[in-house]
């Protein structure tokens, strides 16, 4: 968290609550960050153009309204003493959010999964799904209902990482999470799906004593991978705050998230199923789509 010093927040500055902007003050409260709101206005489509004659003047008066909005939620934050800016931005939400935040060089990006007038199927939002899928930084994206008080934080890592950059990616999640729950004072569970790659297939081809062995001797390296990496937290794989899962990560671990009522759950931007690396937008896609409650996705760390 300490590593979050720009945060750019995603409002609709139309609606009475916005929990993403409670949540980014929230987190200026404990660090030094800054924060730059921005509100979208969607082009006008053509439709719009054609029926209507005074377009351009009802546009004028949503942008004003929106201005006058983003004003009111910039000096509440000021009123927190967190230093705040904010503009109205015309466009495709994902698209200038992505500009907006590589312009101001954001750690962070804050926004809502969902807004309240999304007509998107699942748990995620259109303007989340493709913002996600081509992340400058880390993200985070609030579910109401769970963003008062972060009871529980799921932190999900990968214990077996091909390079460097994966190692420090699972490294960054847990710094993150442990200072996170510190700070607000939450129980912190870490946690590690695992399969036998092809383990279907195997299971069908070998004899049942044979495949058990491979299974056995799988699950020992992925327990030895998994407190390899929680040692340098001095935590442990056998303790109360770990569970090592056997099961896909994009089912397995909205399941855990479920079945404990987390409140958080804290990834990574990238996540790999079996020998091929995936990036967002495959199997972290799936699982940002399946939990119910707020995420915190973490970009790798910088080359």
Not at 84 to 97: D, I, K, R
Request: some cysteine.
């Amino acid at each position: 968290m300490s590593s979050f010093k720009t945060i750019l927040v995603v409002v609709d500055s139309s609606v009475e609550r916005h929990p993403e902007l409670e949540r980014a003050i929230k987190l200026c409260d404990q660090t030094d960050a800054k924060l730059h709101l921005i509100d979208v206005v969607k082009d006008v489509s053509w439709t719009v153009r054609l029926l209507s004659k005074d377009y351009a003047h009802i546009h004028e008066l949503l942008v004003q309204e929106k201005v006058t909005g983003l004003n009111r939620l910039v000096e509440h934050c000021q009123s927190h003493g967190v230093p705040a800016t904010g503009e109205v931005l015309e466009g495709l939400s994902s698209q200038v959010t992505l500009e907006a935040a590589q312009r101001i060089k954001a750690d962070l990006i804050l926004r809502s999964a969902k807004g309240e007038r999304s007509l998107a199927q699942g748990n995620l939002g259109s303007s989340a799904q493709k913002l996600i899928r081509r992340l400058p930084c880390s993200i985070w994206l609030t579910r109401p209902a769970h963003e008062p008080e972060h009871q529980l934080i799921v932190a999900a890592v990968d214990a077996t990482p091909n390079d460097s950059a994966h190692a420090n990616l699972n490294r960054r999640i847990l710094e993150t999470t442990l200072e996170l729950a510190k700070r607000q004072r939450c129980k912190l569970l870490v946690t590690y799906a695992w399969s036998l790659y092809g383990s279907e297939m195997l299971s069908h081809r070998l004899p049942a004593s044979e495949f058990q062995v491979l299974m056995e001797h799988n699950r020992r390296q992925h327990v030895d991978s998994f407190e390899a990496l929680l040692s340098e937290f001095g935590l442990h794989a056998t303790g109360p705050d770990v569970r090592m899962i056997e099961g896909e990560p994009s089912s397995a671990i909205p399941e855990l998230c479920q079945k404990e009522n987390a409140n958080l759950l804290v990834c990574g931007t990238v996540a790999r199923h079996g020998l091929a690396e995936l990036v967002l937008g495959n199997t972290a896609e799936r699982i940002l789509n399946r939990v119910t409650c707020s995420v915190l996705a973490i970009a790798p760390p910088a080359l």
